[in-house]
């Protein structure tokens, strides 16, 4: 358990996703300089990779071939990459700084930053749907992970909770309304991460549902945890927190122990998969635990148990 | 000839896609009513279908079923659909008004005007790659449709030509420019919409290349009369026309000459199928004479005999 080098993990893992993006945005024939630049700008910004190294992850514990997932992994990083370029826009955030460099319109201006979003957003379907990826009977699976991710990305998930992120502004949000949001705003993605991976390496389906519900709990702890990352940093413009957040509603403490008692209930669903599981608990560990602090002790050493036993 | 009734079938045909369409965008469970307004808003604005329907006719030349190319011939509204409402944002054309009713951005505020032109591009994917809709068969088939139209709209093809558009703005456009621009900005969409029909309907590879070059000749002269119709028009806001436009580079005489044989090449393409080409025949007429006038009598009068004979 406590052997297994994460940070090693997850270097290894963004070097190989930053890879295939590059291979992917090579610049090809004559077309807008400045659209392709933009794209290159987001895509290469220092993106942690979660959701790819995620899904890679999922389909190694059932045996997916990492260059089946590829395609998919870098398209959802297209998606996020698309949804902070339009966020950031002055129609949205309006921030100028993303990582503490110029956001994409700062840098190429709102039209082609605009476009180079559409761009990423399409180009993740067009390399889903290439049709060489397939063999004549995967047409099937295929499909179902491009509609899957769709559906995350689209008004039911990605989009959907964007908007009512947008809406929230306008009055007092509740809790309810914060997770509702949550869940489909950054929580859609994650989620459909993990199960895409699951269902390229053909994953029974009660083993499918237990990645699924990882990938809830995590998805919601992921964007507790950011919420509270954003409370104790100073906003670079000024501006005033008015979203609908966990720290914003019910404090800042209860947001942390809401955030480590989601930790401990994604990690509970990874029992059954012992130590083959551990890169997916390394992930969300990484991730969740230095802003909030780690898992509740009484579902740390369930987890440690179930390990020692499998 | 003469008594294909084109009003009536472009009717009919509009009924059907905004059927389709209606139903595929009925209000469904709790989510922003902001966004889904404003999604329906731009959809039922009175456009005329003209990819669906392409798209539908191009499938009956070869026999497809309308149910199975119904799918797609909605994505691709949906896709046309949020390029316009991004096109008409501040940020790109800063449009107020279109089809002489206040864009989507005016009504709804640029936030959700934004969010609901990516939710459709999204939707557009989703709906395409509907498992249910594909035999086990034919998964193969649907991604490579769902792969050309995703090409079509993408950097090599729609927003590949917005945004070159965008930095022609910036300098003295030639006809080789303005061309380029147009195959992608216009041309592309309409051409994936006629070659998928054409898929779709298992059109054998030298038709699928007559309706491909039918597709092509269509959408330059459509972009063409586009741009003549832009001219005699005097805009809402009294903005300058900068845009590399056919008519500004070589004049409005020249290029409704261009157009007409455009349109006598597009036709020409057609002659092989006959009779059964009449809707397609009659669709490229109806969207591109009542701007630049009838394709030359030379070219009409072959079309005419072919017709006779078959």
Chains 1, 2 share one sequence.
Do not use: W
């Amino acid at each position: 358990m406590g052997d297994f080098a994460v940070e090693q993990y997850l270097k290894q893992r963004r070097a190989i996703v930053d890879r295939a993006l590059d291979h992917h945005f090579k610049q090809s024939g004559r077309q807008s300089q400045a659209i392709h630049k933009a794209m290159r700008y987001a895509l290469f910004s220092g993106g942690k990779r979660l959701r790819p190294i995620l899904m890679l992850a999922s389909g190694d514990l059932f045996g997916a071939d990492v260059k089946s997932v590829m395609p998919f992994a870098i398209a959802m990083e297209m998606i996020h990459t698309y949804s902070l370029i339009h966020d950031d826009l002055p129609a949205l955030d309006d921030d100028e700084l993303r990582r503490g460099e110029p956001t994409v319109h700062k840098v190429y201006g709102e039209g082609i930053a605009l476009l180079a979003g559409d761009a990423l957003l399409t180009e993740a379907f067009h390399v889903m749907t290439e049709p060489t990826l397939a063999q004549p009977s995967d047409g099937k699976l295929i499909l179902r992970v491009a509609h899957e991710i769709a559906r995350a990305a689209g008004i039911a998930g990605m989009v959907g909770g964007q908007a009512m992120d947008l809406e929230a502004e306008e009055r007092e949000a509740d809790v309810a309304t914060v997770e509702y949001i949550h869940v489909r705003k950054t929580g859609a993605l994650i989620l459909a991460a993990a199960r895409a991976g699951a269902i390229l390496g053909g994953a029974a389906p009660k083993d499918l549902k237990r990645v699924a519900r990882y990938g809830e709990f995590f998805g919601l702890a992921f964007q507790v945890a950011d919420d509270i990352t954003d409370v104790s940093q100073i906003p670079a413009n000024g501006k005033e927190i008015k979203k609908a957040t966990y720290p914003a509603v019910v404090g800042i403490t209860a947001a942390k122990s809401r955030a480590r008692e989601l930790l401990r209930q994604c990690l509970k669903e990874l029992e059954p998969f012992g130590r083959t599981a551990e890169p997916l608990r390394a992930i969300a560990r990484a991730v969740i635990e230095p802003a909030v602090g780690k898992a509740s002790s009484a579902g740390k050493r369930r987890v440690l148990d179930k390990d020692v036993r499998s």
